[in-house]
């Protein structure tokens, strides 16, 4: 049974290391879609240091933050090092990313289905991620009990 946790552990990291790799591979594209996500004022001071300091626009550091939270997470899943702590730091990035990228509610029609079944599906990595948050860092085999 321990083999099969492991197995599936990393089979399901592969789509955060997959999924972080593209974004940091084409972050224009990347920075394009975070500009969706709107910060609350009192923020702006410190993210504009933050572009000041790094020379990048805010978007493309969200972009950068986004791909490296995805793919260190995912391998650390996979390593089973720390992968409670790290699951945890998923569920909060799905479900950022639910909120802002897969935002049903706001929409009509075909556009409104297709992001209510990706809201599902990110829905059911969070239960995924809650369920490895939840294990223990190793499978305990119940030994029989033997009467002597």
Sequence with gaps: MPAFVTL???????LFVF??????????????????????AIVAPYTAQLETLTGMPWAQLLAIAS??????????????????????ILILFVAAAT??????????????????????????????LLMIAGSSRTAKIQEPAYDV
């Excluded at 790799?21 to 910060?39: H, R």
């Excluded at 706001?106 to 556009?111: F, H, I, R």
Aim: aromatic content about 12%; some cysteine; charged content about 15%.
């Design 8 to 14: 599936g552990r990393i089979l399901f990291a592969v």
């Design 99 to 128: 909120f802002y990228f897969h935002d049903f509610w706001n929409q009509a029609g075909p556009e409104a289905r297709g992001n209510l079944v990706h809201a599902l599906k990110n829905l059911s990595l969070i239960g995924a």
């Design 19 to 40: 999924s972080g790799a593209s974004k940091l591979l084409d972050l224009s594209a990347t920075a394009q879609m975070t500009e969706k996500i709107v910060l609350p």
């Design 67 to 88: 791909g490296v939270i995805e793919v260190v997470c995912g391998l650390m899943i996979a390593l089973n090092f720390g992968a409670r702590f790290f699951a945890i």
